[in-house]
């Protein structure tokens, strides 16, 4: 089978590398230039949409915004127009369910099937193939996409029909970005009642209270390093999409929405392009 690959951030590039590691007849496109070297000799680097997905049985995108996917997707200059018929559209970005069912929709006009298939997981597991994919969509169209989301990933979970797979990563990403501003408020003051910083992160991410993740942020935090694995920017547009999707469903969302305004500000601070668990220092230089 012929797979395209559309997105290389932070995300993307490692996803695609698994893929050409596994031998697969892989193409890559990119909004902004990559070099051939990249990938390998193996993998070919299309200079435009049309020659990256004419031949795709399966298009994989992870792309950073549903603008940012509608650009490169909708319409009569769109990936969906330079697609064969039925060939399957697998869109891994994190955007909020109502939006996967109108990516639906588009490609039903070309005859493309549709899976949203966001992933859990950052840098590192994407690096290592051990990303857990969030499937909405058709149980067939999945079979044939499962065996290359096996090659990026070590679990595929088929959630439900279309939208199902965003609804399960907006809750996921819900809970990562409250986890890690209650871990950052817990330490804070700790701090303030007179207890070492050190021992604070040394603690309590052991604590069955605690998230797992926090103990790799906590060793990071150690050390003032925030190189980014998941960047802060996109937990505050998820966040954003996390309380739209509330907005539409009628459902309050008290401490999600109080989390995005808090993320907002360190967003606003030029804390962006760090890890989302920089929310420790941006919050760190206001207690």
């Known amino acids: 089978m012929n797979i395209t690959f559309i997105g290389l951030g932070i995300m993307g590039t490692e996803m695609a590398s698994n893929l050409a590691k596994n ?3 892989l193409t890559v496109y990119n909004r902004s230039k990559i070099e051939n070297s990249s990938f390998g000799k193996n993998v070919m680097v299309a200079d435009s949409l049309e020659d990256a997905v004419k031949d795709a049985d399966i298009v994989f995108s992870m792309l950073s915004t549903p603008k940012a996917v509608t650009e490169v997707f909708f319409g009569e200059n769109g990936t969906l127009s330079f697609m064969k018929k039925n060939a399957i559209w697998a869109d ?9 069912l109108e990516a639906s929709a ?3 006009l070309y005859n493309i099937r549709f899976l949203d298939a966001p992933v859990s997981g950052s840098k590192i597991p994407a690096q290592n193939a051990e990303l857990l994919f969030l499937v909405g969509g058709d149980k067939e169209t999945l079979k044939e996409a499962e065996p290359f989301m096996n090659m990026m990933g070590k679990k595929v979970t088929h959630v ?3 939208g199902k797979g965003a609804s399960l990563k907006m809750l996921i990403n819900m809970m990562l970005a409250q986890s890690m501003l209650i871990f950052a408020e817990a330490v804070l003051l700790g701090e303030k009642m007179g207890i070492d910083k050190d021992f604070l992160l040394d603690f309590l991410p052991n604590l069955p209270v605690s998230a797992p993740f926090t103990k790799a942020k906590a060793a990071a935090i150690k050390n003032d390093n925030y190189d ?17 999707t509330a907005y539409e469903l009628n459902q309050p969302l008290y401490i999600a929405n109080l989390t995005k305004e808090i993320f907002a500000a360190a967003n606003k601070d030029r804390m962006g392009r760090m890890d989302f668990s920089a929310i420790f220092k941006y919050l760190e230089r206001r207690k």
């Open 92 to 100: 891994c970005s994190t955007v909020n369910p109502s939006f996967s």
């Open 228 to 244: 980014v694995q998941f960047p802060l920017e996109w937990m505050h547009k998820d966040l954003h999409l996390v309380t739209l």
């Open 23 to 25: 031998n697969v007849q």
């Open 106 to 108: 588009e490609a039903k």
């Open 160 to 162: 439900g029909d279309t």
